[in-house]
């Protein structure tokens, strides 16, 4: 748990090619992936959530206050940026909806973080960018900076700030992309 007050923004406006189905409210063990964030988020003491993009309708389904994305199809730094103008805290930690394995423990890794950076980041072998906490107060008008000069990457605008990297495992940022991603028998590079 934090001792400050957080908001957790979980991603649904992807478009799920890949899967085929709606990523947000497809099941892992019978529960939504979108949801088993927000049970993580939950757990790790959030006191807001918020659903951004997708639809009203799709987020009906799910736990948490949606938010219509104000860039829809323009990629994750849109959806950064829409739950920041929308989150009632500074510390914002934003997930994509595709990580049904996110623990309570990750997300308040990350708002701990915050204590001495402006963001941070989750990192595996890399960092993943879906998976970070943002001090809104401190990151919020750089983010809009780099919107507006069309640039769309995450990490070309994280550059600009203080980012402290958190160690997370790897299992915990999975992305489940395709329902193969789920089978423990399949072979990726097979695909």
């Known amino acids: 748990m934090s001792d400050q ?3 957790v923004a979980v991603l649904i406006g992807g478009d799920s090619s890949r899967m085929g189905v709606d990523k947000a409210t497809f ?5 939504s992936m979108a949801n088993r964030v927000i049970t993580a988020a939950l757990d790790a003491g959030a006191t807001e959530v918020l659903l951004v993009g997708g ?4 987020a009906k389904s799910l736990q948490g206050t949606w938010k219509k994305d104000l860039y829809p199809g323009e990629g994750p730094l849109g959806g950064i940026i829409t739950a920041m103008k929308h989150a009632s805290h ?6 994509s909806c595709d990580m049904p394995f996110m623990t309570g ?3 308040a890794s990350l708002v701990r973080g915050l204590a ?3 963001a941070t980041v989750g ?3 890399r960092p993943n960018w879906l998976c970070a906490a943002w001090s809104k107060e401190e990151c919020f008008s750089t983010l809009q900076s780099v919107w507006k000069r069309s640039d769309r990457a995450v990490h070309r605008a994280a550059v600009l700030l203080d980012v402290a990297e958190v160690p997370v495992p790897a299992v915990a940022v ?7 991603d789920l089978d423990p028998t399949s072979d990726p590079s097979s695909v």
């Open 27 to 31: 099941e892992v063990d019978g529960v």
């Open 90 to 95: 500074d510390a914002v930690v934003v997930l």
């Open 55 to 58: 639809t009203q309708a799709k």
């Open 105 to 107: 423990a990750v997300i």
């Open 174 to 180: 999975r992305n489940i992309n395709s329902p193969e």
């Open 123 to 125: 990192r595996t072998d």
């Open 5 to 7: 007050p957080f908001t």
């Open 116 to 118: 001495d950076a402006q």
